[in-house]
C-alpha cells in the first residue's frame, strides 16, 4: 500500500526540520515544482523521484510512504 498523503507529510516535516520549504527542497533535488500537486491529485511519483528525495533528506525511501517508521538508511557492509 502506498500512502500518498503520508509520503507529502513526512517530505515536508523532514524538510523542515532541515530548515527548508517544499519549493527549495524541490528545487535542490532537482524534481519539478508541480510534484506535490500531482501527489495531491493521487499520482504516485517514479520510484526515481522518491529516491532523490530521500537521498536528499537522508531517510530511507521506504519511510517516506509509510511503509517502515525508521528513518535511517540500512548500511550492508562490504563482504
Known amino acids: 500500500m502506498f500512502d500518498l498523503p503520508l509520503l507529502e507529510t513526512r517530505t515536508v516535516e523532514l524538510a523542515q526540520n532541515q530548515g527548508l520549504s517544499k519549493n527549495k527542497l524541490l528545487q535542490n533535488a532537482n524534481l519539478s ?3 506535490f500537486d500531482r ?3 493521487g499520482q504516485v511519483p517514479s520510484i526515481d ?3 532523490a528525495i530521500a537521498e536528499y533528506l537522508n ?3 521506504d519511510y ?3 511503509r517502515t ?3 535511517s538508511v ?3 557492509p562490504d563482504e
Open 69 to 71: 517508521d525508521t528513518k
Open 74 to 76: 540500512a548500511h550492508i
Open 39 to 41: 501527489i495531491k491529485q
Open 59 to 61: 531517510c530511507s525511501v
Open 33 to 35: 515544482k508541480g510534484l
Open 64 to 66: 517516506l510512504p509509510g
Open 49 to 51: 523521484k522518491i529516491q
